[in-house]
C-alpha cells in the first residue's frame, strides 16, 4: 500500500500508545481482524493462527498437514522456495539442491510452465499431462511405503520465472492428492492481498470451484511490519488441537500488528488497489507484448 502509508502508520502509532501485549492475553483487534480476513477467502477456510513471518506460516502450515493427514511425505514444484526455517529448506528445491540434497520425504513436481516446460502450449491438453506427473509422483512414493500429506505450492511460482498455472491444473492435482489423503497448501505470501488484480488470492485465477486445504500469507500483509497467518478448515485446525499440545505464538497476532493488518485491509479496499492492480497491469502487459511482436527475442510476457 506504500511506504509509510499515512492510515498504517497512524493505526500503528495509536495503538502502540494503548496497548502492546503478548498474545496470551486476549483483545478484540485478533477477532477483528480475523473476521475481516475471513471476509476475503472461501467460507471454508475459516481458522486462522497469526504469526510473524512468512516462514512461520509455512512451518505451521507443514506441521498442520501432517497433524491432520498422519502421513510425512510432501510434495513440492521444482525450483520452489518457501522459507528460510530449517523445515522449509527440506521442501525448498532452490536452496536443498546446493545444500544437503532432496530428503527422502521430499518430491518435486515439474512446474506447471506452458512457454518452456515439459508440456507446451501446443500440447493437447498440457493441465492433465501436469497433474498427471503429481499422480505418477503419488504412485511411486506409494510403492515405496510413503504416504502424502500435503501438496506445497506458491499459487503463482515466483522463483521458477513467475509461472502463471494453466487454469484447471490445481483442482486436478488436488483431486490426486485427496485421493492419496494428503491436502491442498497454497502459499500466497508473495502473491495475495489483491496482487493479482482480478482477485484478492492468486489461486482464485485457477476458478471459482477452487479451494486449497491451507492458505499461507506474509510479507504484504503488514505493508513491511511483520505479520503473518495461516488460514485452514475447522476439521485440519481440529486434529491439531487434538493432540493437547496448544499452538502459542508470543506475538503473533498481538495488538498492534492487528491494527496494522485492519489499516492495510482498509487501505486496499478504500483506495480500489485491487482494481489498480488490474488497470496497470493490463496496460504494461498491453505494452510489454507490442513489444513482443517486434522483438523476436522476447519469448514470454508475465
Sequence with gaps: VGHCHPDVVKAAHEQNQLLNTNSRYLHDNLVDYADRLSKTLPEKLCVFYFLNSGSEANDLALRLARQYTKHDDVIVLDHAYHGHLTSLIDISPYKFRNLEGQKEWV??????????????????????????????IIEQAHERGRKIAAFFVE?????????????????????????????????EIQVGFGRVGKHFWAFQLQGEDFIPDIVTMGKPIGNGHPIACVATTKEIAEAFAATGVEYFNTFGGNPVSCAIGLAVLDVIEKEHLQAHATEVGNFLLKLLKEQKIKHPIIGDVR
Excluded: C, M, W
Design 155 to 187: 499459487s503463482l511460482p515466483s522463483v521458477g520465472g513467475q509461472i502463471i498455472p494453466p487454469a484447471g491444473y490445481f483442482q486436478k492435482v488436488a483431486e490426486h492428492v485427496h485421493r492419496a489423503g494428503g491436502v491442498f497448501i497454497a502459499d
Design 107 to 136: 518430491h518435486v513436481a515439474p512446474v506447471p510452465d506452458t512457454y518452456r516446460g515439459l508440456y507446451r502450449e501446443d500440447h493437447e491438453d498440457s493441465v492433465t499431462a501436469y497433474a498427471n506427473e503429481v499422480k505418477n
